[in-house]
């Protein structure tokens, strides 16, 4: 095959007229030659005119393709919930919303709108194949993703907790497999038969810098049952070292069904939980189920505490 001549543009085609013109001429001593001196203005006016066009905006009926369709409630699997817990490099806390980005065949999907600081969404679900992204309140589907969410499949139940990285201003996502039928990802181990789990977690107590270190005295913290004596962590009953509560290091309890007290202490201290506390909080443990404590602060100066049923 040959190649498609390219048409000429309007100011080309002008030009061609012109020159045609003064060569149709040339051998009729009667006819005067063409007046050449406006040329390049022709073509610049010319140029102006296809400028214009190209610039000008489309009319309505010429906006876009068609909104893809929404996909079917049918296909929704998983349950998904998000945690806000995240300060931005203004210093400031902020509202968020959950997308599922559109797909090549389907629209994007509002998963969770304004879910303020300090709170949790709804479980949502979501089909497979959708890409979960966190964005600004308001943002809309094409907003700038803060952070990505794992989307659940189906028998997974997952909180995300949408926080702080170690640099201040990142975003990060730590995700807590609360139902996990592989077993391979992380979910706290359920109770024993008859007892209750006290999952503890403070993951942004490090979003403020060191302001909260100057207001309570530390960042992370020993765990306490309000006697002076430090609870009896489960990788303790396993053998190991029991954790200090804070950053991405969680503290698993588990205890008799009934009220529990959990004190935070500053570490580090030589009397550990028999510091002053600077948080109590009761919690009703139920048997067979397990419960999150998110340890939080909302300005830098006190903590606060989310309790999540899991699972």
């Known amino acids: 095959m040959g190649h498609e001549l390219a048409r000429p543009t309007p100011a080309t085609a002008l030009i061609l007229a012109v020159v045609a013109l003064a060569a149709c001429g040339g051998d009729d ?32 009926e010429t906006v876009g393709p068609a909104e893809l369709p929404l996909p079917d409630r049918s296909e929704y699997e998983g349950a998904n919930r998000v945690v806000n817990l995240w300060v931005g490099v203004d210093g400031e806390t902020h509202p968020i919303d959950v997308w599922g980005r559109r797909t090549f065949t389907t629209g994007p999907i509002l998963l969770a709108e304004n879910v303020e600081y300090g709170a949790a969404s709804d479980y949502f679900g979501a089909p497979p194949g959708y890409s979960l992204s966190i964005v600004a309140a308001g943002a809309g589907p094409d907003g700038d993703e803060l952070a990505a969410l794992f989307n659940a ?6 909180t995300t907790l949408f926080t702080n990285g170690d640099d201040q201003g990142a975003a990060a996502a730590p995700s807590v497999w609360e139902v996990d039928p592989t077993g391979a990802l992380g979910a ?29 005295g530390s960042d992370a913290f020993y765990v306490g049952d309000g006697s002076g004596a430090c609870h009896v962590q489960r990788v303790e009953h396993a053998g ?68 999540l049923p899991m699972g």
């Open 29 to 60: 001593e009667e006819t005067p030659p063409p007046v050449l001196d406006n040329v390049r203005e022709l073509v610049a006016e010319q140029r102006e005119d296809v400028v214009d066009a190209v610039d000008a905006p489309a009319s309505s």
């Open 240 to 307: 190991f070292q029991r954790h200090v509560l804070g950053g991405t290091q969680d503290v698993q309890v588990q205890l008799e069904p009934g009220p529990a007290v959990f004190t935070l202490h500053p570490w580090p201290s030589a009397d550990e939980c028999g510091a002053p506390s600077v948080l109590d909080v009761t919690v009703d443990v139920a048997a067979d189920r397990t419960v999150t404590l998110l340890v939080y602060s909302p300005d830098g100066v006190r903590l606060e505490v989310l309790s």
């Open 153 to 158: 499949v189906e028998g997974e139940q997952i």
């Open 188 to 216: 706290p181990a359920a109770p024993d038969p008859g007892t209750g789990v006290v999952y503890l977690f403070a993951p942004n107590t490090r979003a403020f810098g060191d302001a909260l270190t100057v207001s309570v």
